[in-house]
């Protein structure tokens, strides 16, 4: 590995919009609509959402009206849509993805072995889904049925999270919170999400991901140009409305942003309730200058140094089980330094938190 400085661009959205205006409210607390899983919105602006634990899709109409939109699934998981409106529904333990109409009645079912995630192709209607089983694959399922194996095996670990974002296909793994680009004969490891359980959905923000937490309670941001990832929202298990810096959510799990991109929407598993985040501008990034974090020598040996952060700031170690092994606050922005040489070699995360923004990163002792 080079020795070289990593260098995240922080984009002052989390700054100024996310901690000073958005708030959280939930919009869907009743048990005789559950919105626990995938979530997904049709061209008219109703919002869909999977009951895993249960049998039956719901939907939700722009005015807030509840409905039933088909049910007699098993565990329904990943939702998408293709260019004629049809709802294509992965039933994990069913091993079937199912195909409805726009009224919820049954056209199709193409039997497949343990779909979770799906996502449909950017240029035509093939679908691509995951398999989140035995063994973990990518595969395309093509408007005539035929099904195909696009990705097999590692590092596809339990994948379920799929979406696009500046043209290019993520995929995320549930069980180990790893997030990859997808090539056509090739996984490009991009990020994976700090702390320890698994990671729900992925979805677009601007030119960012955003991830579900789902056993660490939390939102977060991905770049996916740089693979830093910022916490959004959430801290420890709850359900809590109000601004973004106080709300909490319970196992996240779903996610999704409306057409204008102004409205994020989250399921939570286990309350099966379902939160929305109002109050943010993605396109505000475009106004808005970043803030550069450079953090070097990585590898580091004895010291650490951390330049460009707003001060006051806190840095933060753990090791791969998530265990805290260096915390301190720093006054000064400026090569700040840190002495790390008393941490045993090895891989550890680095969460830098600075002016209400919070960013996580690998980082590697070195002996």
Not at 60 to 68: C, D, F, I, K, V
Not at 101 to 125: C, E, N, Q, R
Not at 140 to 148: H, W
Not at 201 to 221: D, E, P, W
């Amino acid at each position: 590995m080079k020795n070289t400085p990593i260098i995240v661009c922080c984009l002052l959205i989390f700054t100024t919009i996310a901690f000073g205006q958005t708030t959280v409210t939930t919009v869907v607390d009743s048990t005789d609509f559950p919105f626990s899983d995938d979530l997904i919105f049709d061209s008219s602006g109703n919002l869909y959402c999977a009951d895993y634990s249960g049998d039956a899709v719901y939907k939700r109409t722009p005015s807030g009206t509840l409905t039933e939109f088909a049910s007699g699934f098993n565990t329904p998981n990943g939702l998408a849509f293709d260019s004629f409106g049809n709802l294509f529904v992965c039933d994990n333990v069913g091993d079937a993805i199912y195909k409805l109409d726009g009224t919820g009645a049954f056209l199709d079912t193409f039997t497949v072995t343990y779909p979770s995630g799906i996502i449909k192709d950017m240029a035509s209607d093939t679908m691509i889904f995951t398999t989140y089983g035995a063994q973990s694959h990518l595969k395309k399922l093509a408007p005539n049925g035929t099904v195909v194996d696009f990705h097999s095996g590692a590092p596809l670990n339990g994948p379920v999270g799929l979406a696009y974002c500046q043209g290019e296909l993520y995929v995320a793994n549930f069980s180990n919170r790893m997030i990859y680009q997808v090539e056509p004969d090739s996984l490009i490891f991009i990020a994976q999400l700090p702390g320890s359980g698994s990671l729900g959905f992925l979805a677009t923000l601007g030119n960012s991901l955003v991830a579900t937490a789902f056993t660490g309670h939390r939102i977060y941001t991905v770049n996916v140009s740089n693979g830093s990832v910022v916490h959004y929202a959430g801290s420890s298990a709850g359900s809590v409305d109000g601004p973004i810096e106080t709300a909490k959510f319970i196992t996240p799990n779903g996610i999704v942003l409306n057409s204008t991109q102004d409205t994020m929407y989250i399921s939570e598993y286990n309350s099966k309730n379902l939160r929305m985040i109002t109050g943010f501008t993605a396109g505000v990034e475009e106004v808005i200058p970043n803030v550069k974090l450079t953090v070097f020598p990585n590898p580091a040996k004895e010291v650490l140094y951390i330049d460009g952060a707003i001060a006051p700031f806190s840095v933060r170690i753990t090791n791969a089980n998530g265990e805290c092994v260096f915390e301190q606050k720093e006054n000064q922005g400026t090569n700040s330094e840190f002495q790390i040489g008393h941490l045993s070699s090895g891989s550890y995360w680095l969460t830098i938190r600075s002016a209400n923004v919070e960013t996580t990163m690998p980082l590697v002792k070195a002996e």
